[in-house]
């Protein structure tokens, strides 16, 4: 029986192989701050109420002008396509058909046009700013021409935190094949027709357009010689005067952080730490929403992501102050576990939830929740 994410992460880790469910379910170095996002979600209690009308509970909202359904967006994760064929494509149908944002990331399977061809709809595109730069001007371009309706800009990866279970899975660059990993991928013959000898194989955005480069190996070794340690504020800007539509800022997690980010001209922050794959260490992102929503003190919507797991977890972040909220995992196992029909399950699992917790906190409307839901921390 799916009842619940976890349930969807447990099919996930029978489906797929070992490596690509540890890439999505692990964190970079000892994993605390991964642990850590979870965990200070839980700490969280609610304030239970009683005896006040909740026959009619809404959870439907906007976020940068866009109706949703609920406060909830899909968030970037690159390689989506291979724990599902056409992961991407899936992702975004499913997202479109429920009415939340879904946001496609530059090292996805599927590329912009593919995605925007089979879906239909707009949708948000995530990159990073590359050493190329020129590269990063042709993503805008192709972003625009696909009219996608929000740019998301990560902003805590200038360098890769070392992730230990992708090393010991030979997630590396060049890949390592042990005896392991190939009894292991042997196991999962399911997969290996589907992903492996899908028609979408590589990275989407990248195949084509980088001169040299052909094939998943090039590209990942390209990729990794553009991670850029020089980026700053400043190229911010350069990307903001580029890109005419909304712009939103992913990896805030500092107060003062989050005024250079308003400064720059965000439309949106993403109070994230990229879910504890980034800085190990850094605090958990929903103890430091309270801060970065004070310091942005309603001049753009902040966003929220890591560790969501569950509509109660969406109820806590707007209850400290986000205006909705981002799943990288959630979607991932969901998209592993069913294709489309789990991330659509997975999305049902979580608008309940929410709605029940709004009724039983008493809160009959996205507009009124706030601190008042929380009785504070265990
Ligand atoms: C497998 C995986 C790949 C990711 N790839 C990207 C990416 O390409 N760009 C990006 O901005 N964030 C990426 N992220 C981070 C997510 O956008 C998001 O911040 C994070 O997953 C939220 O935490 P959660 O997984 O606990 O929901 C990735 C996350 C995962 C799990």
Same mark, same amino acid.
């Given at each position: 029986?799916?009842?619940?994410?976890?349930?969807?992460?447990?099919?996930?880790?029978?489906?797929?192989?070992?490596?690509?469910?540890?890439?999505?379910?692990?964190?970079?170095?000892?994993?605390?701050?991964?642990?850590?996002?979870?965990?200070?979600?839980?700490?969280?209690?609610?304030?239970?109420?009683?005896?006040?009308?909740?026959?009619?509970?809404?959870?439907?909202?906007?976020?940068?002008?866009?109706?949703?359904?609920?406060?909830?967006?899909?968030?970037?994760?690159?390689?989506?396509?291979?724990?599902?064929?056409?992961?991407?494509?899936?992702g975004?149908?499913?997202?479109?058909?429920f009415?939340?944002?879904? +946001?496609?990331?530059?090292?996805?399977? +599927?590329?912009?046009?593919?995605?925007?061809?089979?879906?239909?709809?707009?949708?948000?595109?995530?990159?990073?700013?590359?050493?190329?730069?020129?590269?990063?001007?042709?993503?805008?371009?192709?972003?625009?021409?696909a009219?996608?309706?929000?740019?998301?800009?990560?902003?805590?990866?200038?360098?890769?935190?070392? #992730?230990?279970?992708?090393?010991?899975?030979?997630?590396?660059?060049?890949?390592?094949?042990?005896?392991?990993?190939?009894?292991?991928?042997?196991?999962?013959?399911?997969?290996v027709?589907?992903?492996m000898?899908g028609?979408? #194989?590589?990275?989407g955005?990248?195949?084509?357009?980088?001169?040299?480069?052909?094939?998943?190996?090039?590209?990942?070794?390209?990729?990794?010689?553009?991670?850029?340690?020089?980026?700053?504020?400043?190229?911010?800007?350069?990307?903001?005067?580029?890109?005419?539509?909304?712009?939103?800022?992913?990896?805030?997690?500092?107060?003062?952080?989050?005024?250079?980010?308003?400064?720059?001209?965000?439309?949106?922050?993403?109070?994230?730490?990229h879910?504890?794959?980034?800085?190990?260490?850094?605090?958990?992102?929903?103890?430091?929403?309270?801060?970065?929503?004070?310091?942005i003190?309603?001049?753009?919507?902040?966003?929220?992501?890591?560790?969501?797991?569950?509509?109660?977890?969406?109820?806590?972040?707007?209850?400290?102050?986000?205006?909705?909220?981002?799943?990288?995992?959630?979607?991932?196992?969901?998209?592993?576990?069913?294709?489309?029909?789990?991330?659509? #399950?997975?999305?049902?699992?979580?608008?309940?939830?929410?709605?029940?917790?709004?009724?039983?906190?008493?809160?009959?409307?996205?507009?009124?929740?706030? #601190?008042?839901?929380?009785?504070g921390?265990?």
């Amino acid at each position: 029986m799916i009842l619940s994410i976890d349930d969807l992460r447990d099919l996930a880790k029978r489906r797929i192989p070992r490596a690509i469910f540890d890439y999505a379910d692990g964190g970079s170095y000892r994993e605390l701050t991964l642990r850590a996002n979870a965990a200070d979600l839980d700490a969280i209690s609610f304030r239970q109420r009683v005896m006040v009308d909740v026959s009619a509970v809404s959870v439907a909202t906007t976020v940068l002008g866009g109706a949703l359904s609920m406060p909830l967006a899909i968030a970037p994760t690159g390689l989506s396509g291979l724990f599902h064929a056409d992961g991407e494509i899936l992702g975004a149908r499913a997202a479109a058909a429920f009415g939340i944002p879904f +946001c496609l990331s530059t090292m996805s399977i +599927c590329s912009i046009e593919d995605v925007r061809t089979a879906t239909g709809q707009p949708f948000w595109f995530q990159q990073y700013l590359m050493r190329d730069r020129g590269f990063n001007q042709a993503l805008i371009e192709r972003a625009l021409a696909a009219q996608c309706s929000a740019l998301m800009l990560t902003l805590d990866l200038p360098l890769l935190g070392e #992730r230990h279970r992708d090393a010991r899975n030979g997630l590396n660059i060049p890949p390592r094949l042990s005896l392991r990993n190939v009894w292991d991928v042997a196991t999962k013959p399911a997969w290996v027709r589907k992903v492996m000898f899908g028609k979408r #194989r590589t990275f989407g955005n990248l195949a084509g357009h980088i001169p040299g480069a052909t094939g998943m190996l090039n590209l990942a070794e390209w990729t990794h010689s553009q991670f850029d340690a020089s980026v700053n504020w400043r190229d911010v800007e350069w990307v903001r005067s580029r890109w005419p539509g909304r712009l939103i800022l992913k990896g805030v997690l500092d107060a003062e952080d989050a005024r250079f980010a308003l400064a720059a001209g965000a439309d949106a922050v993403v109070v994230s730490n990229h879910g504890g794959r980034q800085l190990d260490g850094a605090p958990s992102s929903i103890s430091v929403l309270p801060e970065v929503v004070g310091a942005i003190d309603g001049r753009c919507e902040v966003l929220f992501d890591g560790g969501i797991r569950s509509g109660q977890d969406i109820a806590k972040a707007l209850a400290l102050g986000a205006r909705a909220g981002l799943i990288g995992k959630s979607y991932l196992f969901a998209l592993a576990a069913a294709g489309e029909a789990g991330v659509t #399950r997975a999305l049902e699992i979580m608008r309940n939830e929410l709605r029940v917790t709004f009724a039983l906190t008493g809160t009959t409307s996205v507009a009124a929740a706030g #601190r008042h839901m929380l009785k504070g921390l265990k």
